[in-house]
């Protein structure tokens, strides 16, 4: 398997001048993040596809009079503590889905109402 710093260093190479560094620079990251986790055979489930494996009873409850906005994190950790405490730790998803969902923005950390 090639390195991660070949990788990266052949992503900088194809820098485009129009680009800001930095932002080229997370794309890169965001493109070996991917590479490595498909040479890997890591298949990480979405939030929707995970929400759908959750409880209805218990999916009702936590989203009631809030489906109409993206899932806050409080909102994941509540389902997820009530899984936890019904012992079905296989229902969970792993810790790099639910990084996945925060940097891709499935499920928002804080929701900001405009004043």
């Known amino acids: ?58 999916r009702n409850k936590t989203r009631k009079g809030d489906e109409g906005n993206k899932p806050l994190l409080n909102q994941v950790n509540y389902v997820l503590l009530h899984l936890h405490l019904a012992g079905k730790h296989d229902a969970k998803p792993s810790h790099n889905e639910l990084k996945d969902w925060l940097h891709s923005g499935q499920v928002d950390v804080l929701r900001m109402s405009a004043k």
Not at 4 to 26: D, G, K, V, W
Not at 49 to 56: A, F, L, R
Request: charged share 25%; proline share 3%.
């Open 1 to 58: 398997m090639v390195s991660i710093a070949s990788n990266y260093r052949y992503l900088l190479l194809r820098f485009p001048a129009h680009e800001n560094i930095q932002t080229y620079e997370l794309k890169c990251i965001k493109d070996i993040y991917e590479i490595v986790c498909n040479n890997r055979g890591v298949s990480m489930k979405s939030f929707n596809d995970w929400w759908k494996t959750v409880p209805e009873d218990l």
